[in-house]
């Protein structure tokens, strides 16, 4: 079954495709890679504590 050619991708790669295609339009290609990296952003900082901690091996329930 042969997809559309503009089926669902990353963002990533909608944006490589789009420099890759158009001109490159700065201003629009800046919002949208800042669009893109708000919804990590923002999850990064409201775990961000949980994050460290787990890094540093903190709370892992290993005793030492």
């Known amino acids: 079954m042969p997809t559309a050619a503009h089926s669902v991708q990353p963002i990533e790669v909608a944006l490589s495709h789009y420099m890759q295609t158009y001109e490159a339009n700065w201003r629009k290609l800046t919002s949208a890679v800042v ?8 999850v990064f ?20």
């Open 35 to 42: 669009l893109a990296l708000a919804p990590v952003v923002l």
């Open 45 to 64: 900082v409201t775990l961000q504590r949980h994050i460290v901690a787990g890094v540093a091996g903190r709370d892992s329930g290993v005793n030492s």
